[in-house]
Nanobody
Framework: QVQLVESGGGLVQAGGSLRLSCVAS????????MGWFRQAPGKEREFVAR????????SYADSVKGRFTISRDNPKNTMYLQMNSLKPDDTAVYYC????????????WGQGTQVTVSS
């Protein structure tokens, strides 16, 4: 199993920046890809960004392109989400996730970290 712990959330004013971290432990050797998702009140969970664990291939939701950057540090078993130019509609609980099924789906999830962007 893989355990994921997010951190770095908080309250920030519009236009500000935050960096989220997700530390993985356990069977980290089995990770195929990792991603960030978010869920705002009254909305479904949505994809934000993902990165392949053995390559530099990344993907972003259109809503965050040019503002968010996903990165990884494999020796530290850590994934990051650098969020710049934050908007109030970025407010959500952000979750990190890991796919240990070789692309079959995200089967491990963190507990989430709250990001609140004020006007």
């Amino acid at each position: 199993q893989v355990q994921l712990v997010e951190s770095g959330g908080g309250l920030v004013q519009a236009g500000g920046s935050l960096r989220l971290s997700c530390v993985a432990s356990g069977r980290t050797f089995s990770i195929y890809r990792m991603g960030w998702f978010r869920q705002a009140p009254g909305k479904e969970r949505e994809f934000v960004a993902r990165i392949m664990w053995s390559a530099f291939t990344t993907s972003y939701a259109d809503s965050v392109k040019g503002r968010f950057t996903i990165s990884r540090d494999n020796p530290k078993n850590t994934m990051y989400l650098q969020m710049n130019s934050l908007k109030p509609d970025d407010t959500a609980v952000y979750y990190c996730a890991a796919d240990t099924r070789g692309g079959g789906g995200y089967d491990h999830w963190g507990q989430g970290t709250q990001v609140t962007v004020s006007s």
